[in-house]
């Protein structure tokens, strides 16, 4: 594999800066292409004009008062994040990839997340402001005021989040999931949805983070075969564990999973290493949903929008991915009340081997985590 060298990326960077004042650029990075490579592919359509830039090490130095430990919010196995403040005030998050990661590593994780977010645009995704190539490799967010989703659910020391927001969560990760997946110029794949790589604004609206891993997938693909697996544990697909077969049901199944947890408010992998779906299959078979609800929210819950998203979670963790719904049937199901169980009931055969996984032999091989954070809470 070759990458990029650090005196390429500035030389990259230098000409970037002279070409977004005089013309929209003809190439892009295209993350996770065969072999993992990262090269520069041309585009099929005219992208839109980038919008984030290319900042100081003075400027983010600065911003995060020389990255304080009092700033720093987030870390992970390769990067630190820390809240910083810009001279015009606005809060910004600086992803520092961090040394202990390889250069090749640290040059795949940065060229990903610039070709998967530089030119997307959605209130449920992340904005990138920018990037940083000056004694260090650095990514400038969007200052998520509120954290992750995980940080506001699990920490005992809050208030627990209410039905209201939790239904809000829900609704506005799917719409970003299906822009990734059918509103953008090329299919963008995530590969690690899961709570804390959703943020929260201060109204509490989700933004998907973290594209570290993300792959693009041309149209003309119906999927892509990776190696190594690379995720986090608890929210591995079937398909993609076992065969590293990775497309839009790998995103689907990951979002089932984060369903359950936004019902439940348990977390994806208990202390007895058991997997959350594995707990909630069953209960979803019997139809016994308000035993899946978080019993912290004392009965406080909309009855209807329940059901909706307890019904979109038990066809996303499907074993298979052929029975999993897209995430426009997924946003049907939980926006219009789209429950068309037979619709949606799987032959007898099929039930039969959805039984058998159970999704044991997924967690019992795995490590607890492959991936990271960019940021999580404050």
């Not at 520069?40 to 839109?48: A, D, F």
């Not at 190594?228 to 497309?247: C, K, N, R």
């Not at 996984?357 to 997924?362: A, S, T, Y």
């Amino acid at each position: 594999m070759r990458y990029i060298r650090t005196g390429s990326f500035k030389r990259f960077f230098s000409n970037r800066r002279r070409s977004f004042d005089e013309k929209l650029p003809k190439e892009s990075f295209s993350p996770g292409e065969e072999n993992d490579t990262c090269e520069i592919v041309p585009l099929t359509e005219p992208p839109q004009r980038p919008t984030w830039k290319c900042f100081s090490f003075e400027e983010i130095f600065d911003a995060t008062a020389g990255f304080s430990s009092d700033n720093l919010v987030g870390k992970g196995g390769y990067a630190e994040v820390y809240r910083g403040i810009l001279e015009d005030g606005q809060a910004i998050a600086v992803k520092r990839l961090t040394k202990a990661s390889t250069d090749e590593r640290k040059e795949k994780e940065f060229l990903t997340e610039i070709g998967a977010l530089g030119h997307v645009c959605h209130p449920n995704v992340t904005s990138l402001l920018g990037c940083c190539i000056d004694n260090g490799l650095y990514l400038i967010f969007q200052f998520s005021s509120k954290g992750s989703v995980a940080s506001l659910l699990h920490d005992e020391n809050l208030p627990t989040m209410d039905w209201k927001t939790r239904y809000k969560i829900a609704v506005g990760t799917a719409q970003g999931l299906h822009y990734l997946h059918k509103g953008c110029p090329r299919r963008i794949i995530h590969r690690d949805i899961k709570s804390t790589n959703i943020l929260l604004t201060a109204e509490f609206e989700p933004q998907i983070s973290d594209f570290g891993l993300a792959k693009w997938l041309p149209s003309q693909w119906t999927h892509h075969s990776i190696i190594p697996i690379e995720g986090t544990f608890g929210h591995l697909a079937p398909e993609y564990f076992m065969h590293g077969i990775v497309d839009e049901k790998t995103d689907v199944f990951a979002f089932g999973v984060f369903l359950l947890e936004i019902i439940s408010g348990k977390k994806p992998i208990d202390g007895s290493h058991q997997s959350l779906h594995s707990w909630a299959k069953p209960i979803l078979n019997e139809g016994e949903i308000e035993k899946l609800v978080d019993p912290k929210l004392g009965g406080a819950y909309d009855v209807t929008q329940l059901n909706r998203l307890a019904f979109s979670a038990s066809l996303c963790i499907r074993a298979s991915s052929t029975w999993r719904p897209t995430m426009t049937e997924v946003l049907e199901v939980i926006m219009e009340g789209e429950m068309d169980e037979e619709k949606w009931k799987m032959p007898e055969g099929e039930e039969e081997q959805e039984e058998f996984w159970g999704f044991e032999d997924l967690e019992c091989e795995c490590d607890s985590s492959f991936s990271t954070s960019p940021h999580d809470s404050i």
